[in-house]
């Protein structure tokens, strides 16, 4: 066979379809919380994580003097929320991977994991942010926000002792800056 026959041969073959690239694969690195690694190339942050836990603990604070004034709920439902509320653990952590990656990444190594996808508009949660206190910022960076959008996902386990929360930019508690980098918020209450 000559070297025209052996083209117009392969020109006749039916086209072979490319492999699918699989899904990257990323090493399962432990977190501080039980059953919730860190995300792919992340890295916990001490310091949001301590701004996160005091916010918490001023909700915390608030919801047990709610649930003392409660006269509805048994000594034995208040006793069972009084030691879940004390067993919270939260763990901030964040990575430059996209959200999409994030997620599909814990949706493989967390059983049960599928996570709800949103929109935030990031002017308002800034906002919120500062109305609360939660945010440290002059009120000029909700105008620098306006109009902007990311995108966020939730999950949280059955028993509702774990949630996952997946957000596609960081707005700083200490500034309010907003950074395009994910941000992945655990809470849990207990093991």
């Known amino acids: 066979m000559t070297l025209a ?39 916990v ?16 604070q608030q919801a047990l003097a709610q649930l003392d004034a409660d006269r509805k709920l048994s000594k034995a439902q208040k006793a069972d929320i009084r030691r879940k509320l004390a067993s919270l653990k939260i763990v901030v952590m964040t990575t430059m991977r996209p959200i999409e990656e ?10 049960r994991a599928v996570f709800f996808f949103g929109v935030r508009d990031l002017a308002a949660d800034l906002e919120e942010g500062i109305r609360s206190g939660a945010i440290q910022a002059p009120p000029e960076r909700v ?33 309010g800056k907003i950074t395009k980098k994910t941000v992945v918020l655990v809470t849990s209450f207990g093991d």
Request: a negative charge; zero cysteines; hydrophobic letters at 40%.
């Open 5 to 43: 026959p052996a083209a117009l041969l392969l020109l006749l073959m039916p086209p072979v379809a490319a492999p699918t690239p699989a899904a990257p694969t990323f090493p399962v690195v432990v977190s501080p919380i039980s059953g919730v690694p860190l995300p792919p190339e992340g890295a």
């Open 102 to 111: 994030v997620v599909a990444f814990y949706e493989r190594t967390v059983p």
């Open 45 to 60: 942050e001490n310091e949001l994580t301590r701004l996160k836990t005091q916010q918490a603990e001023v909700e915390r």
């Open 143 to 175: 105008t620098e926000a306006a109009g902007r959008q990311g995108r966020s996902a939730r999950w949280m386990r059955e028993s509702e002792r774990v949630s996952i929360a997946v957000e596609d930019h960081l707005v700083d508690p200490r500034d």
